[in-house]
C-alpha cells in the first residue's frame, strides 16, 4: 500500500474459506462449485496475506465458512490477527446454540445472514433445503440471544422481487444492525 494514498483505507476484508457449501441456492454463483473444498493451509495464506496487508477485520465467506472442518481452527487462527470477525451465512449451523456459542468463544463477533425469501416457502425453495427458513430464524434469535452483531443480506432476483414489498415485516423481526440488498449479477469471473 502507498504511503501517498490520501483517502482513508478500509481495514475490512472478505476472506474467501471456499466454494463449500450444503445448501444450492437458485441464484448461486459457484453452481457446479459447491462440493470443492479449501484445504485449510491454503485459507491460512489467505489470512496471512490480509494481515501483513494491515486488515484488522474479516469476514469469512464462501460457500459457508461454518461447515468447513477446520472452522474453529480458522476463528483461532484469525482471532490471533485481527480485531473483529463476521461471517457470510445461512445460518445452519449456527441454529445450534452450543455450536454457536463455541463460535463466539472462538473470537465470532458478527453474522450477516443470508436471507433470501420473504416467507417460509419462499425462501426454502430458493435455497433449495426444507426447513431453512425455520433453521434460519432460529439461528438469528440464538445470536441476539449471545450479543453476536447480526446483519441480512439479501439477493434480489426474479423469483422473490415480488415479495419484496412484505420483507419489512420479516426485517422488523430478525432485527439486524444492516441490511444488504444485492441485485443477482452474473460475471464471466466472479
Known sequence: LSPDYDSPRCNRAKLDTGTFCNYDCEFCYYQGML???????????????LYEYGITEVDLSGGESSIHKNWFDILDYCNDRFDHISTLSNGWAFAKEEFL????????????????????????????RRGAWKKINQAIELAHKHNIIVRVNCTIYQKNIAGLLTYHNVLKYMNPLEVNFLTLNYWTNN
Open 35 to 49: 462440493h470443492l473444498k479449501t484445504d485449510y493451509e491454503t485459507i491460512k495464506q489467505r489470512i496471512d496475506k
Open 101 to 128: 456459542i463455541k463460535s463466539k468463544d472462538h473470537g465470532l463477533k458478527e453474522i450477516m445472514f443470508s436471507v433470501h425469501g420473504f416467507d417460509e416457502d419462499s425462501h426454502d425453495t430458493i435455497v433449495k
